[in-house]
T-cell receptor, first 114, second 116 residues
Framework: KAGVTQTPRYLIKTRGQQVTLSCSPISGHRSVSWYQQTPGQGLQFLFEYFSETQRNKGNFPGRFSGRQFSNSRSEMNVSTLELGDSALYLC?????????????FGPGTRLTVL | AQSVTQLDSHVSVSEGTPVLLRCNYSSSYSPSLFWYVQHPNKGLQLLLKYTSAATLVKGINGFEAEFKKSETSFHLTKPSAHMSDAAEYFCVVSDHGSSNTGKLIFGQGTTLQVKP
């Protein structure tokens, strides 16, 4: 099976712009979770989608949003970018998103905000 | 609430010597525990996971971890380090509470340096 794929791999944006990141899960996986990784805060949970519904959300401002399509592919959007949004954004997929499910991670999208 | 503490931010070993990366956890529910590895500029790869079966868990590349409920620990070990083991390692917890679907809690990470 193909692994989790994320596009694009690298992005450079300026403050105030918005950005959309894409994640394609492993075939058959219905849960997609997103994480932000920064040197200062480490890996933090953003949100999780299952069957096109957001089931869980981390402590991030409303500028961070996402959605999931019927084929389980997911997108994450960040509006009004700030310098602090520079990070590696990782998505992970699992069959059901249940506790104990192994989450399989993509290679990430490196976002730089100038 | 769940949390994970990795007791060392940086560990340095010589090639061929044992590796010990320490992790303590806190969870209100019966936890699932994971160790992931991240090589530079790469995503996260699962090394092993514990889900209340055997307390000694064997993973890939010769790594193993022991779940000790009395000590709330889940330390990662390897008998003999290889240069290719140099990477960042994350101890991770998820619980089975219904409000925590899809959510992993990560430790701050331990950077493993392997010296020739």
């Amino acid at each position: 099976k193909a692994g989790v794929t994320q596009t694009p791999r690298y992005l450079i944006k300026t403050r105030g712009q918005q950005v959309t990141l894409s994640c394609s899960p492993i075939s058959g996986h219905r849960s997609v979770s997103w994480y932000q990784q920064t040197p200062g805060q480490g890996l933090q949970f953003l949100f999780e989608y299952f069957s096109e519904t957001q089931r869980n959300k981390g402590n991030f401002p409303g500028r961070f949003s996402g959605r999931q399509f019927s084929n389980s592919r997911s997108e994450m959007n960040v509006s009004t970018l700030e310098l602090g949004d520079s990070a590696l954004y990782l998505c992970a997929s699992s069959p059901l998103g249940a506790g104990g499910d192994t989450q399989y991670f993509g290679p990430g999208t490196r976002l730089t905000v100038l | 609430a769940q949390s994970v503490t990795q007791l060392d931010s940086h560990v340095s070993v010589s090639e061929g010597t044992p590796v010990l990366l320490r992790c303590n956890y806190s969870s209100s529910y019966s936890p699932s525990l994971f160790w992931y590895v991240q090589h530079p500029n790469k995503g996260l790869q699962l090394l092993l996971k514990y889900t209340s079966a055997a307390t000694l868990v064997k993973g890939i590349n010769g790594f193993e971890a022991e779940f000790k409920k009395s000590e709330t620990s889940f330390h990662l070990t390897k008998p003999s380090a290889h240069m290719s083991d140099a990477a960042e390692y994350f101890c991770v917890v998820s619980d089975h509470g219904s409000s925590n679907t899809g959510k992993l809690i990560f430790g701050q990470g331990t950077t493993l340096q392997v010296k020739p």
